[in-house]
């Protein structure tokens, strides 16, 4: 059993960054972040596993950076330039495959934190 306990997030405006962090109980083999805006499916933002191979969705390519400590139990995300419609609820995510950017790959969730971006 893998527990995520998250942290960050909050209100930035347009532009602005912002940086969520995910303390794992484990090193599970994949990590990731998901993102849940009012009205809409939970997507995969960005995923990385222990071979640090990571994956990105269009939506955030280039703006967001995913990373984990040398432990491989601390998970981080980088948000630069943040726009209004990154707007929702963040949650970090781990799963015991080598990809976990769709949600029938994740084993494990965090608590969720709101993150606004205002115009």
């Known amino acids: 059993q893998v527990q995520l306990v998250q942290s960050g997030g909050g209100s930035v405006q347009t532009g602005g960054s912002l940086r969520l962090s995910c303390a794992a109980s484990?090193?599970?083999?994949?990590m990731g972040w998901f993102r849940q805006a009012p009205g809409k499916e939970r997507e995969g933002l960005a995923s990385?596993?222990?071979?640090?191979?990571?994956t990105y969705a269009a939506s955030v390519k280039g703006r967001f950076t995913i990373s984990r400590d040398n432990a491989k139990t601390t998970l981080y995300l980088q948000m630069n330039s943040l726009k209004p419609e990154d707007t929702g609820i963040y949650f970090c995510a781990a799963a015991d495959k080598w990809t976990c950017l769709i949600q029938t790959d994740i084993g494990y969730w965090g608590q969720g934190t709101q993150v606004t971006v205002s115009s």
């Open positions: 990385i596993n222990v071979r640090e191979t990571t």
């Open positions: 484990g090193s599970p083999i994949c």
